[in-house]
């Protein structure tokens, strides 16, 4: 009678003895997806296609040590993390060391019994697991403090920008309220973005539900970040000419979310654009049931070789001024994948006559009272 288990997994089983050997059989029976490779040459290319959840060498294993597959096996990037247990019939303490020294995690003398055999299975896939938890919990926080240093970097950026100019002995009087209402503007934004994602954290429900489940006015959205980004530009060489569509228009994205989308494309000119001389937003209509938002300056461009990177994470060309020692390379991947999951799209395209364009698609959506 099979034994229930509570967790299968991928097992390799690496052996010269014929395909109905026991160990096989009696994997294969309580569920386990049992992988066979009779030598060394089979076991690498079968793990590095598949990578298995555990592996058994059971030796000896024709053409190779113990030893030598391991260091093989471990090579992989993929295959680092696979606890490998060996089979033998003749454990000597000496090359058992060294297959422990390789990589090797346990050993199980042959033969066994059925209950033994699948007890160590079962305990090795268990730690297996949690280790894998543990790394993708790992990997969730880094991602989430990476977008929330992100997201914060616009809005800060903007508050140092406005007190440095108040600061400015030469600062235009008539101009202090308007760093006033952008320092002030930016902090609460700034707080908005820390209290989404507590939120976020107290209700995992919500996460990547940002970007859906709202409407935004085009027209409102473009004078915002002109607002917000006219005085920034102008101090770094660079006009704002804002292009607002000429009839109502909404787009199916949260209001903040353009927003941030408007900000991270005005932070790329700043820093791949300055000396350009003008950086326009422009709405337009863009294919049936959609309406398009286009960034387009006089700068450089991005060079045909970067083009296939450009909306890669942490991909950066070298900008201009002290800002391109603070850039991540993440503000074009994050627009884009927030874009996207909007149901919209994001591309880049060489403007005529010199210069760098970016074309924002976002389906368009019924102008209400809620739109922001």
Known sequence: MPHQIDRPGR????TARPPSCPACTLLGENGHDVMRAADAEQALALAQAQPPDLILLDLPIPGTTAVELLHGLHATAALQAVPIIVLTATPDQTRLLRA????????????CSEEELLARVQVHLRLKLTRDRLAQVARERQALVTLVAHDLKNPLTSVLFACEMLAQPDCRPERAPRYLRI?????REALSYIHDYLETQANPARAGGAAAGGCAH?????????ARYELQLEAHGLRLRVQPPETEACVAISG???????ENLISNALKYARGGGELELVARAGAPGYWQVVA???GPGVPAFFQPRLFQPFERLHGHGPDRDHSTGLGLALARQIVVSAGGQLWYEDREGGGARFLLELPEAACQSHCN
């Open 296 to 298: 387009q300056d006089r």
């Open 218 to 226: 085009l027209g409102e959205t473009l004078r915002w970040l002109a």
């Open 256 to 262: 903040q979310v353009l927003r941030q989308v408007g």
């Open 11 to 14: 097992i390799l089983i690496v």
């Open 183 to 187: 320092i002030e503007d930016s902090t």
């Open 100 to 111: 422990f020294d390789a990589g090797a995690v346990d050993y199980i003398g042959q033969p």
